[in-house]
């Protein structure tokens, strides 16, 4: 006997995935684009640690910004997740959707 699986489990499963890809992607963008990692802040501490050790100071001012935007971007989901507990989930879906569209746009 096949079980069904419920649609809303298979729509759960299918933005999970499709968030996965999207990051994995993002991730190598950033690093192969920007030179940095855009996930990864330990690597951008290391990087900055490094580039600074070495007096390069403007080359450790990019790892700085993405870490202070790292740092933003986790703040203001939270204040989004706190302030509309139901709707927390579209909400921020559809805050990084438009920051990914700005980012393309501007690109």
Do not use: Q
Request: charged content about 10%.
């Amino acid at each position: 006997m096949s079980k069904v699986v419920p649609t809303k489990e298979r729509i759960a499963k299918a933005l999970a995935s499709l968030t996965t890809l999207s990051a994995g992607y993002l991730d190598g963008y950033g690093l192969l684009v920007l030179g940095t990692y855009v996930s990864f802040m330990s690597g951008n501490t290391t990087m900055i640690g490094v580039k600074a050790g070495l007096g390069n100071f403007l080359a450790a001012l990019i790892p700085a910004i993405v870490i202070v935007c790292f740092v933003a971007g986790s703040a203001a989901g939270s204040l989004i997740k706190h302030s509309r507990p139901k709707r927390a989930p579209t909400a921020v879906f559809l805050l990084i959707a438009a920051l990914l569209a700005t980012v393309a746009l501007l690109g």
